[in-house]
Every structure is written in structure tokens, then in C-alpha cells.
């Protein structure tokens, strides 16, 4: 079983759609991180969470550390919101452990 | 301002030729990582740093190897790539005095040919 496990690995939703993508994970944690790539491309820190609820714009990360469960919320989700979505635990040690990610497709 | 630059983003080699990969950072971070990447997968850990100290994960194989000459730069070497060698290579830093703020740098995509 792997220390981080997201769901679900694919989404597929039309332009206007609220989005939620989960993450569970089985590990001591000291920070965990939402991240997100593009086809191709690099990849960009979206959140940092030890604790509650953060939101950017559109997006919105919750924690939940007694359930070790962290949600990524898209509201109105739009196709340039297209991407991998990366949930990545920091662990005591300092190691970041990465889910598979979460493939989002988001359609006009 | 770019602050975890990787050189360079785009890198073909011949199958057996030695390469090295950069990464360089303005964050003054102590932690300073190396993962490789391939498509569609999760990105695997093949080094960290902590200041020098040089962590290896026991899968990575002898064929890369890092340095560090200080807090700014760090290299991946691949001594002798493979066809399974092709990826894309991250490199991210953390920060103690940063909230555990991970930055990520743009990547550096290897082929070899």
C-alpha cells in the first residue's frame, strides 16, 4: 500500500464544474504539499498545509491531521485548469513521499 | 524572479555518454533534492542533501551520482545513460526557516538516443 494514496487517479468534468480530488496518507507528516503539473511541464506548488484550510483564487486545500486526509477543491473549474494534480507529504525525515497524482480534464 | 533554476530544460545525449545536470538556487535552502520523473508516474526520490550532507535512496543506481559544491548549485551525473534513463529530472529545495515550503525547479528533460 502506498504512504499516499489519491483518488481518483482520473477526472474528467465540464467548464463551470465544482472539483474535489482526496488524499489520504499513512505517514507522520510535518507539512503537506498540493502540487500541480502541466503535459510536459514543471511543476508548481499550489498549497503547504499543517493545519485547516488555505484558499488561492479559485482553489482551496483542507487538512484534516487526525483523519490524515487532505481534499483540493476546484470551484468553477475551467479547461486551462487542466493538469496533474500532485498531493506530496512531508515526512519526519524530511523526505517528500508523492501520490501518483490525480489526472484532471476539464472540458469547454 | 526564478528561484530554482535547472540547466539545461532540454538535454539529448548518445546512449553511454556522460551528462550532467544543474540546478541552482537563490533561496539559500538547505535542503536540496533530486528526483527523476517519467511519464506518468510520481516523481521518484533519487538524492537529498541536508546542508552536505548527502542522503542516497537504496534503489538509485550507481550510475548517477551528485555533488554538491555548495548551498547554491547542486549536479546530477549520469555516468553512463541508458534508453531508461530518459525522464524528466526535478530538483526542489526546502528551507528549515521556511515553513516547509517546498520550491520546485522547472525540470530538465533528458533524452538519449
Known amino acids: 500500500k502506498n504512504e499516499v494514496e489519491q483518488s481518483p487517479q482520473n477526472l474528467t468534468a465540464q467548464e463551470g464544474e465544482f472539483i474535489t480530488i482526496n488524499c489520504s496518507y499513512s505517514?507522520?507528516?510535518?507539512?503537506l504539499h498540493w502540487l500541480q503539473q502541466h503535459p510536459g511541464g514543471g511543476i508548481v506548488s499550489l498549497f503547504m498545509?499543517?493545519?485547516g484550510k488555505k484558499k488561492h483564487g479559485r482553489l482551496i486545500a483542507t487538512i484534516n491531521i487526525q483523519e490524515k486526509h487532505s481534499s483540493l477543491h476546484i470551484t468553477a473549474s475551467h479547461p486551462r485548469d487542466s493538469a496533474v494534480y500532485i498531493c506530496?507529504?512531508?515526512?519526519?525525515?524530511?523526505?517528500?513521499?508523492f501520490g501518483k497524482g490525480t489526472r484532471l480534464h476539464i472540458l469547454p | 524572479d526564478a528561484m530554482v533554476i535547472q540547466n539545461p530544460r532540454y538535454q539529448v545525449t548518445q546512449f553511454g555518454k556522460p551528462v550532467t545536470l544543474s540546478c541552482s538556487q537563490t533561496?539559500?535552502?538547505?535542503?536540496m533534492y533530486w528526483y527523476q520523473q517519467k511519464s506518468s508516474q510520481a516523481p521518484k526520490l533519487l538524492f537529498h542533501?541536508?546542508?552536505?550532507?548527502?542522503?542516497n535512496e537504496a534503489d538509485t543506481p550507481d550510475n548517477f551520482q551528485s555533488r554538491r559544491p555548495n548551498t547554491s548549485f547542486c549536479f546530477l551525473d549520469i555516468r553512463s545513460p541508458g534508453l531508461g534513463d530518459a525522464a524528466m529530472y526535478l530538483c526542489?529545495?526546502?528551507?528549515?526557516?521556511?515553513?516547509?515550503?517546498?520550491?520546485f525547479g522547472p525540470g530538465t528533460r533528458l533524452t538519449v538516443l
Open positions: 542533501y541536508y546542508d552536505k550532507d548527502f542522503n
Open positions: 505517514v507522520g507528516i510535518s507539512a
Open positions: 526542489a529545495t526546502l528551507g528549515a526557516n521556511s515553513y516547509n515550503e517546498q520550491f
Open positions: 533561496l539559500n535552502h538547505n535542503v
Open positions: 506530496a507529504v512531508l515526512n519526519r525525515d524530511d523526505k517528500i513521499i
Open positions: 498545509l499543517s493545519s
